[in-house]
């Protein structure tokens, strides 16, 4: 993994991460007032905890889904070109995608990935909002269950969908472009 595209995936969730929390609070306010007032809905110290999570959780995002992807590549193979009679340049012949391991994939991201992400979430955003540890299993115990039950109404489709249509190098992408809405729906939850 090149730092590079380490640092480009956490930058990129930081930005949409700050767009998220910003527009649900504006959301949140203008459900609460019927007022459309986006300086006075903001709140500083929420958006820059959303950011600090979001800058420690994103490291071990990206470094999960590499590991998956290394473990059980999509693609097994590289492509490989073969001589067919057109004057010598041969044909580039795609390998078929790995059922096998996209399987294994997708059921370790909705297993582990997804009890490690959403168990991070809660416990991350409840210290990093001051709470001790006892506070942490007290929202943990509370808000895992269907925080689960949400996250199952969403995830599954899009990981099924980075593993099947999306290359390995661009489904933090697709992965940040979703977690917008997400990140909004995270918000509003935590802000009830």
């Not at 489709?157 to 980075?162: G, K, R």
Request: glycine content about 8%; proline content about 7%.
């Amino acid at each position: 993994m090149a730092p590079s595209a380490l640092r480009r995936a956490t930058t990129q969730a930081c930005m949409l991460n700050i767009l998220s929390t910003t527009l649900a609070q504006i959301l949140r306010h203008y459900r609460k007032s019927g007022q459309f007032s986006p300086l006075g809905a903001l709140e500083p110290v929420a958006i820059i905890q959303f950011l600090i999570f979001c800058i420690l959780s994103t490291p071990p995002n990206f470094l999960w889904q590499e590991f998956l992807e290394n473990h059980f590549p999509g693609y097994p193979q590289p492509p490989k070109k073969v001589k067919v009679d057109d004057d010598g340049k041969g044909v580039t012949i795609d390998q078929p995608l790995s059922l096998k391991n996209t399987t294994i994939k997708f059921l370790l991201d909705q297993t582990f990935g997804a009890v490690g992400n959403n168990a991070g979430f809660l416990i991350g955003i409840t210290a990093i909002r001051g709470g001790g540890w006892n506070e942490c299993m007290a929202v943990l115990q509370s808000e895992f269950w269907p925080l689960m039950g949400a996250a199952a109404k969403l995830w599954p489709a899009v990981s099924l969908f980075n593993f099947l249509v999306v290359p390995a190098e661009k489904r933090v992408v697709v992965g940040s472009v979703v977690g917008l809405f997400w990140g909004i729906f995270m918000v509003l939850k935590v802000s009830e």
